[in-house]
């Protein structure tokens, strides 16, 4: 079992749509969790941090559930310039970060 | 802009080879990594400096040298590369999870 699971997609959604990714992780001991943005040629960037009680940047909310060790980003009112693809990434402790494949989103006009 | 500045952008080298990459970021961040990407895949990890000291190295060939000569600079010294270590590979520095990224070195191995 990967480290960190998500589903590669692609989402082809409209502007305007809401739209949802998840994030599973199978170490437990998994210390903290993040969201980042990577564009096509370009390096990553961090999207937002992931808390237990959940947060909200703007259009962008980040769940986590350690019972169910999953994580989740949900975007709202998706516009062109969301697309990109989406990385989970996975605090494993010890500055030992552990991406996962990530999820493409395409939002189109 | 990015605060972490890695050179050269684009390098080609062939198998018999030794060259370096560089990077370079004055955030005062004192952990620095290597990452490993290629195309359509997510960014593996290869080394972490904390505090100018290697504590991670995830198994890496030695045939990719990292050297951290001060808490700004780290190098990664290539020699003898395999075509398939073609990749792009990224630099970063931060808190754990929340990290900078460079551009990337992108190299290819003829």
Redesign the interface.
């Given at each position: 079992r990967k480290e960190v699971e998500q589903d590669p997609g692609p989402f082809n959604v409209p502007e305007g749509a809401t739209v949802a990714f998840n994030c599973t992780y199978s170490n437990s001991a998994s210390?903290?969790?993040?969201w980042y943005r990577q564009d096509c040629r370009?390096?990553?960037?961090?999207l937002m941090?992931v808390y237990s009680s959940g947060n909200e940047d703007g259009r962008f909310t980040a769940q986590l559930n350690r019972a169910s060790q999953y994580i989740s980003l949900l975007i709202r009112d998706s516009k062109l310039s969301d697309s990109a693809t989406y990385?989970c990434?996975v605090?494993m402790g010890?500055?030992?970060?552990?991406?996962?494949?990530?999820t493409i989103l395409r939002v189109k006009s | 802009d990015t605060e972490v500045t890695q050179t050269p952008k684009h390098l080609v080298m062939g198998m018999t080879n030794k060259k370096s990459l560089k990077c370079e970021q004055h955030m005062g961040h004192r952990a620095m990594y290597w990452y490993k990407q290629k195309a359509k895949k997510p960014p593996e990890l290869m080394f972490v400096y904390s505090y100018e000291k290697l504590s991670i190295n995830e198994s890496v060939p030695s045939r990719f040298s990292p050297e951290c000569p001060n808490s700004s600079l780290l190098n990664l010294h290539l020699h003898a590369l395999q075509p398939e270590d073609s990749a792009l590979y990224l630099c970063a520095t931060g808190a754990p999870g929340e990290l900078f990224f460079g551009e990337g070195s992108r190299l290819t191995v003829l």
């Amino acid at each position: 079992r990967k480290e960190v699971e998500q589903d590669p997609g692609p989402f082809n959604v409209p502007e305007g749509a809401t739209v949802a990714f998840n994030c599973t992780y199978s170490n437990s001991a998994s210390q903290s969790f993040f969201w980042y943005r990577q564009d096509c040629r370009k390096e990553p960037k961090l999207l937002m941090s992931v808390y237990s009680s959940g947060n909200e940047d703007g259009r962008f909310t980040a769940q986590l559930n350690r019972a169910s060790q999953y994580i989740s980003l949900l975007i709202r009112d998706s516009k062109l310039s969301d697309s990109a693809t989406y990385l989970c990434v996975v605090n494993m402790g010890g500055n030992k970060l552990v991406f996962g494949a990530g999820t493409i989103l395409r939002v189109k006009s | 802009d990015t605060e972490v500045t890695q050179t050269p952008k684009h390098l080609v080298m062939g198998m018999t080879n030794k060259k370096s990459l560089k990077c370079e970021q004055h955030m005062g961040h004192r952990a620095m990594y290597w990452y490993k990407q290629k195309a359509k895949k997510p960014p593996e990890l290869m080394f972490v400096y904390s505090y100018e000291k290697l504590s991670i190295n995830e198994s890496v060939p030695s045939r990719f040298s990292p050297e951290c000569p001060n808490s700004s600079l780290l190098n990664l010294h290539l020699h003898a590369l395999q075509p398939e270590d073609s990749a792009l590979y990224l630099c970063a520095t931060g808190a754990p999870g929340e990290l900078f990224f460079g551009e990337g070195s992108r190299l290819t191995v003829l």
